[in-house]
């Protein structure tokens, strides 16, 4: 069975506690000391103790039913049989020699030290964590600094990540395929594009771009260990700019740009505003999340920054929902029905896509909820690869709906009063001809009696409107 291997130096330690995440990256540490604490005639004593999540309850202890102590104290030592001043281990059921703890001390008047290149084989799978535990509290205040290293079986990347790069070579995949089944059909009816299918193609070609990129920063975390900051920025930046330009094409349909007005007017400066606002919000919670850590952000700052994104994501739904029934009704006001037909659909499928969000945040908020020690790490993916999976299938929706063609420009803009009697009067001259020249002069009455009806059907449409 293959294993993983964690090499290991002190990692930065403020408090008499610390967690080391699974997933710090690589080595090299001392300790130093404040010269004003109390250390200066005594010794201390530094562990590091790495434990499975699993075996989390073999750390530490309690006396008579009372507070879990993870030190050993004076009563835990006569119930326990542990040593006053030492982290309290209680071996496997398992492994007798997990959970592994690592001495490192201080001599006399020393004001540092440090610790020894260590390699530690992990041959369980499962979530494993690093403390780093001083119970002597004259070590309050200790500064470590280092680094730790992590190694899978297959690579540097951590096992809720690895799946996400072969989900990004499916997702690049999915995207080749639409892009070329749209290009195809783009350059076909080159003449007949209407600036809406314009929009799709940019938002085609950077989802693709997009989901390269990834692929390509996990791949090199997963063969060097380390993730450039550069890479990863730009990733990030290619995926803010792809989701503002997936909002606003969404909001600019459901506004009936190009179908039911030619710009969008006034709105214009408003809708950029409130593109370029929700970039630099999901800009600054992408990096924060990505950028220079691959560790989960600290609750505070995911809710300090996450509160805007989610916010500006309420306000952009409540607005597209707002602008498509104004669509919807100026649609059915003037009986056109080809693009009523075409914005009903797109109204179903939007309403599906969000009825499916508000499930899904639900499900994550449950999901984060019971799991507070990532033990369900190996489906924690699922929860970032929905959004993209989501993403996708309302842009297949918008390029069905809207795909180029010979009759692309029947979805343009125009004067669309009147557009459903043309069939009508079609027919009408058809029989007329038919008919012979015998007929001429009642046709022209016929033609006159149709016109002052028309100019009665528009008077009473425009009272209506």
């Known amino acids: 069975m293959k294993s993983a291997m964690l090499t290991f130096f002190p990692a930065a330690a403020k408090d008499s506690t610390l967690l080391s995440p699974p997933t710090t990256a690589p080595p090299t540490a001392a300790l130093l000391f404040d010269e004003q604490s109390e250390m200066e005639h005594s010794t201390g004593l530094i562990q590091a103790v790495i434990f499975a999540a699993a075996d989390r309850n073999n750390i530490g202890g309690s006396a008579y039913g009372g507070q879990r102590s993870i030190c050993c104290t004076p009563d835990l030592a006569k119930l326990e049989g542990c040593k006053q001043g030492e982290v309290i281990r209680i071996p496997s059921a398992t492994e007798i020699n997990w959970p592994m703890v690592f001495s490192i001390q201080f001599n006399g008047n020393d004001l540092s030290t440090q610790m020894n290149n260590a390699e530690v084989p992990i041959k369980k799978t499962g979530m494993h964590n690093l403390f780093f535990i001083a119970c002597d509290p004259k070590l309050k205040g200790t500064v470590m600094s280092g680094k730790t290293v992590w190694k899978n079986p297959d690579g540097y990347l951590p096992g809720r990540m690895a799946p996400l790069m072969t989900f990004y070579v499916y997702m690049a995949i999915a995207y080749l395929l639409l892009s070329a089944i749209w290009f195809s059909q783009y350059m076909r009816f080159w003449e007949d594009i209407l600036q809406l299918q314009h929009c799709i ?36 930046t290619v995926g803010a700019i792809k989701k503002t330009l997936s909002r606003l094409l969404i909001l600019s349909v459901s506004m009936g740009y190009g179908v039911v007005r030619p710009t969008l007017g006034g709105l214009t400066s408003k809708v950029l505003l ?181 100019e009665e059907d528009e008077s009473e449409e425009d009272k209506r409107e």
């Open 201 to 236: 193609a940019a938002v085609i070609g950077l989802g693709l771009f997009e989901m390269i990129l990834w692929y390509l920063d996990y791949s090199n975390f997963n063969k060097t260990g380390m993730r450039p900051v550069v890479t990863t920025a730009w990733v990030v």
């Open 274 to 454: 409130i593109g370029a606002t929700y970039f630099v919000a999901s800009e600054l919670l992408d990096i924060t999340e990505h950028v220079g850590t691959i560790n989960d952000v600290s609750g505070r700052a995911r809710l300090f920054l996450g509160l805007p994104d989610a916010f500006l994501d309420a306000f952009l739904i409540l607005w597209i929902f707002t602008s498509l029934s104004k669509t919807l009704e100026q649609l059915q006001a003037k009986r056109i029905s080809v693009k009523l037909d075409i914005y009903r659909k797109f109204s179903n499928a939007l309403a599906v896509a969000v009825i499916a969000s508000v499930a899904w945040i639900t499900y994550e908020i449950y999901f984060k909820a019971t799991d507070p020690f990532n033990e369900r790490w190996q489906s924690a993916w699922i929860i970032t690869a929905f959004w993209d999976i989501l993403s996708f299938a309302l842009l297949c929706v918008i390029c069905y709906l809207w795909a180029p063609s010979q009759s692309s420009q029947r979805y343009a803009y125009s004067e669309d009063v009147g557009e459903e009697f043309d069939d009508e009067e079609a027919q009408s001259l058809t029989r007329g001809q038919s008919n012979g020249d015998v007929s001429l002069v009642k046709q022209e009455q016929k033609n006159g009696n149709a016109a002052i009806s028309d």
